[in-house]
C-alpha cells in the first residue's frame, strides 16, 4: 500500500511539473518542447531541372568536352547561355579536334579542381552577355566578353608569311588569330553560338593552372 502510494505521488508530481513548465514558458517555447511535429512525407517529388534550350543542347550534343570541361566551369557563362528573356548571347566553343590538340596533360588540368578558378576565367573568354551575329564579328575591331576584350580581325589567304595575303571574308578571334569556322543562330533564346579552330583564351592562363599543390600531391 505504502509502495503504491509513493509511485502515484511521483506521478503527480511529474504531472504538475509538466503543467508548470507549460505555463510558465512562452507559447513559442511550450509549442516547441513538448510537440512533436508530423515528419515530412517520404512521397514528395523532387523538382525536375531545368529545361535545356536549343543552343545548350546544340553544344551539349556537338562539343561535349568543350562544355564539360571548360564552359560548365562558369556559372556567369551558364547564366548567359541559360537566360530565358530573349536577350540573347554569344558563345564560342571548340571543337572535338580543337579540344583534343590541347594534349591529355592540359585536358587533366581543366578537370582539376585545384585549377577551377584558371578554368572558370577560361570559360569566360568563349561567352558573351549578347549576340554577336559573324557579319558584326568581321565589321567589328574587338568583342567584349566576360572575362575582357578579345580582338577580333579579318583572315586573309595568299601571300607568305601573312604578307601579302587577301581578305577571304572570314573572321579570326583572340591574340592567336584563330577563326570562325562555323555559326549557328537560335530562335528560342536570340543566342548565337560560333565555333573557332583554337583557343581564344591567352597561352599565359596555363601558367596559373597547378599553383595550388596539395602538399605531397602530384
Do not use: C
Not at 503527480?12 to 505555463?23: E, G, L, N, P, R
Not at 585549377?115 to 559573324?134: R, S
Not at 574587338?142 to 571574308?169: H, L, Q
Not at 578571334?173 to 553560338?193: E, Q
Amino acid at each position: 500500500m505504502v509502495k503504491s502510494f509513493h509511485i502515484a505521488a511521483l506521478l503527480m508530481s511529474a504531472a504538475t511539473t509538466y503543467s508548470f513548465q507549460a505555463d510558465i514558458l512562452p507559447k513559442a517555447y511550450s509549442s516547441r518542447y513538448f510537440k512533436i511535429s508530423p515528419l515530412s512525407s517520404s512521397t514528395e517529388e523532387t523538382p525536375a531541372p531545368p529545361k535545356r534550350n536549343d543552343a545548350e543542347n546544340f553544344i551539349t550534343e556537338s562539343y561535349p568536352t568543350f562544355f564539360t570541361k571548360i564552359l560548365s566551369a562558369s556559372g556567369a557563362a551558364l547564366k548567359a547561355l541559360r537566360k530565358d528573356d530573349k536577350g540573347g548571347f554569344t558563345i564560342f566553343v571548340l571543337g572535338e579536334s580543337a579540344m583534343q590538340s590541347l594534349g591529355e596533360k592540359r585536358l587533366g588540368q581543366l578537370e582539376d579542381v585545384r585549377n577551377g578558378e584558371t578554368t572558370e576565367k577560361i570559360a569566360e573568354y568563349y561567352t558573351v552577355m549578347e549576340p554577336v551575329t559573324a557579319t558584326e564579328l568581321y565589321e567589328s575591331g574587338g568583342v567584349i566578353t566576360i572575362a575582357r576584350v578579345v580582338p577580333v580581325g579579318r583572315s586573309k589567304s595568299g601571300g607568305m608569311f601573312g604578307i601579302g595575303g587577301k581578305e577571304d571574308g572570314g573572321v579570326t578571334i583572340g591574340s592567336a588569330g584563330v577563326k570562325v569556322v562555323k555559326s549557328v543562330s537560335f530562335d528560342d533564346t536570340n543566342g548565337i553560338v560560333h565555333e573557332v579552330d583554337g583557343q581564344i583564351n591567352p597561352e599565359l592562363m596555363w601558367r596559373y593552372m597547378d599553383q595550388l599543390r596539395i602538399p605531397g600531391s602530384s
